[in-house]
Each structure stands twice: as structure tokens, then as C-alpha cells.
């Protein structure tokens, strides 16, 4: 999906407000493992994936990094609480994948939002869609056998086991790396 249909896919917009708030975002191509946003940095953007993946993780007091979030193709990636509050992110932003990135800064969003009422329509309708899933993800993590949560994340990133390192996946599930992969091994 690219970022023309998945602002459609939310509200109806006309070509020429399509075509102007397309022209506020940044096509970048971003290597493997670029990191775009520190803990403890502002978000100063939110980035489109259109081909690639991206995380968020944090990192706990022993320098373990636990994966929060994935992103894959067709979604936004962005510290949402650091980008909304231009507050300091609790997280890290990283691209898992070479990717292609469509990348619009707080301050370009602000005036789309002021320029266009279908524009405040949009975010509201994506944060809670966002919501929604983090809400089913902590759901999955607190009443859900690792099991569970492994059928879970495979039902919302299919491929995710084929491109990220088991590592990553076993952090976001809240598992060993051992319990991820007996319940790989046993569905081979």
C-alpha cells in the first residue's frame, strides 16, 4: 500500500488535497539498521514505510534491547507519545530492512491539521486504529500462552519470521529465545 491509497483507505480525500498534503512528505531511502530516533530525543517525524521494516525498542539497565513495536510496509512508524507531545522518546526507531521512507516533520503535520479538517479526521481514525492494537498486544502478553502470542504476531506480520532476527521477535512476544524457537520447531 502505498501513502495515497492508506490516507483514502481513512478519508475520501479530493486530488488536489491529496496532491498538496503528499507534497509535505520527504521520499528517503534508509539503509538497514539506521537508527532515526534515540531514547531520549524528541520525534520530530513520522515516517511511511512504503517498502522495508522498521522497530521501536527500549533498552533495560543491563543493556538488553526489548522490541516494542514493529512496522511494517503500508504504516506509519514514529514514537507516537514523543512525536504528539515533543516530548523526549522512551524508545529507539530503527530500520530492520533497507527502506523506503516517506518521512513528514511535527510542524508540516500541525499545519495539514490546521489546512485541512479531513486531515484531523485521518489521525483520529489512525490513533485509534493504533490504539486498538496496542491494546490487543498487551491483551495477547498478559492472558495469552506463548503460544497464543506467537499465532498473534504471525497473524499481523505474516513474513516477520523470514526477515527479523528471532531475537527481536522473541523481546516483542515477551519470551525466550529458547520458547520461540519450540514453538517454531513444532510447526515445522
Same mark, same amino acid.
Not at 32 to 35: C, E, L
Not at 41 to 47: E, F, G, T
Not at 68 to 72: A, L
Given at each position: 500500500m502505498n501513502i495515497a491509497d492508506l490516507l483514502n483507505a481513512y478519508v475520501s480525500f479530493s486530488h488536489d488535497e491529496l496532491h498538496d498534503i503528499?507534497?509535505?512528505f520527504k521520499k528517503e531511502e534508509v539503509q538497514?539498521? +539506521? #537508527?532515526l530516533v534515540h531514547e531520549g +530525543? #524528541?520525534?520530530?517525524?513520522?515516517?511511511f514505510i512504503e517498502?522495508?521494516?522498521g522497530r521501536s525498542y527500549y533498552l533495560k539497565e543491563d543493556g538488553k534491547e526489548v522490541t516494542?513495536?514493529?512496522?511494517?510496509q503500508g504504516v506509519f512508524m514514529s514514537s507516537a507519545d514523543s512525536f504528539f507531545k515533543q516530548s523526549a522518546s522512551y524508545y529507539y526507531l530503527e530500520t530492520l530492512e533497507d527502506s523506503v521512507l516517506y518521512t513528514i516533520s511535527y510542524d508540516k503535520i500541525e499545519l495539514l491539521l490546521s489546512r485541512y479538517h479531513k486531515m484531523e479526521r485521518f489521525v483520529r481514525l489512525l490513533s485509534i486504529d493504533m490504539l486498538t492494537k496496542v491494546v490487543h498486544k498487551l491483551n495477547a502478553?498478559?492472558?495469552?500462552?506463548?503460544?497464543e502470542r506467537y499465532d498473534y504476531m504471525t497473524s499481523e506480520f505474516p513474513d516477520i519470521a523470514q526477515r527479523i532476527p528471532l531475537g527481536h521477535i522473541a523481546s516483542y512476544l515477551g519470551m525466550?529465545?529458547?520458547?520461540?524457537?519450540?514453538?517454531?520447531?513444532n510447526d515445522a
Open positions: 503528499l507534497s509535505h538497514k539498521n +539506521q #537508527v +530525543q #524528541v520525534c520530530r517525524n513520522i515516517y517498502k522495508g521494516m516494542q513495536w514493529f512496522f511494517g502478553i498478559q492472558f495469552q500462552t506463548a503460544r525466550t529465545q529458547e520458547t520461540l524457537s519450540r514453538i517454531r520447531k
